[in-house]
């Protein structure tokens, strides 16, 4: 037994068999004369119309996933910020310790490397001497050795573990950009498409601003075309 179904067809698949219509009469049309002049006119604002509709029906249907967006986002980005700051203060003061503990073993290593220096240096220029050579180069070696040692210790200064659930915290050296000259700025990135982009949609937008009046906008040309509204 076939099952009947009174749901409309999505508004989608009226949309599209609206459009088929539109593009077969379109197709059909043939030319241009003063007799069917008008007739293009209303076929071209019956095309305008349906897009516009189409478009209103899109916005319709989004919007509610839009305020649903919004409404989630209200609830937990705020929830997000407390979270973070919670912490601040003990962030600000467990960085504050881990770039204390680097600048420590920095300086260790730095002085580790003059004393293996100065023990090899000692131990060249004693080579040659039977009774104090040996001891020279042995203290020389010691001095390498601990260099090495304060180095690799170095390296994992900072680094704190904390339980096993987590990886140890450590500092990252962040990289950003700081705006000091932003003519200088826009000049090395003008090649760029994405800035030629931008440049256009602000030109249109000053040249739309000015409702027909004379606009000057360096490095552009104001092109005027006919279309029908």
Request: aromatic share 2%; hydrophobic share 45%.
């Amino acid at each position: 037994m076939t099952m009947l179904h009174n749901n409309p067809p999505p508004a989608a698949e009226l949309f599209a068999e609206e459009i088929d219509s539109l593009k077969a009469r379109a197709e059909a049309f043939g030319e241009v004369t003063d007799a069917n002049a008008g007739e293009a006119s209303d076929l071209i604002k019956l095309a305008k119309k349906l897009a516009k509709d189409i478009d209103d029906k899109r916005k319709e249907e989004k919007q509610p996933h839009l305020d649903a967006g919004r409404q989630i986002d209200g609830t937990y980005n705020p929830l997000v910020d407390a979270a973070k700051k919670a912490v601040a203060a003990v962030e600000k003061a467990l960085t504050a310790f881990v770039v204390e503990q680097k600048r420590k073993a920095e300086e260790a290593r730095r002085e580790a490397e003059r004393k293996a220096a100065e023990e090899a240096e000692k131990a060249r220029r004693l080579q040659n001497d039977a009774l104090l050579a040996e001891d020279a180069a042995a203290a020389a070696k010691a001095a390498e050795n601990e260099a090495k040692l304060v180095a690799a210790e170095e390296k994992q200064a900072g680094n704190v573990k904390g339980s096993e659930g987590f990886r140890a915290s450590g500092l990252r050296t962040v990289r950003k950009a700081k705006i000091t000259n932003a003519t200088m700025l826009v000049t090395h990135y003008m090649s760029r498409p994405e800035v030629i982009e931008l440049c256009e949609r602000l030109a249109n937008a000053d040249i739309r601003a000015a409702k027909g009046a004379q606009v000057a906008i360096p490095g552009i040309e104001v092109v005027e075309t006919d279309t029908l509204v």
